[in-house]
């Protein structure tokens, strides 16, 4: 299980007032988590560091 107590959780600026959005926190060590905003205190995604920049690195560009 992942400390989260420290999470510093972010929106993207891209995500408007649709309420379809996850806030991310990427301040932790060794991890990062997803969570929807929607549910602040809902489950958490975790990824390890290298996941999340393979996941980053395929997204396609804006």
Request: aromatic share 6%; with cysteine.
């Amino acid at each position: 299980m992942v400390e989260l107590t420290g999470a510093v959780w972010r929106k993207s600026s891209r995500s408007g007032n649709v309420g379809n959005c996850v806030e991310v926190a990427t301040n932790l060590t060794d991890v990062v988590a997803v969570r929807d905003s929607k549910d602040t205190i809902g489950p958490v995604l975790t990824f390890a560091l290298a996941q999340w920049a393979t996941f980053t690195r395929h997204l396609p560009a804006r």
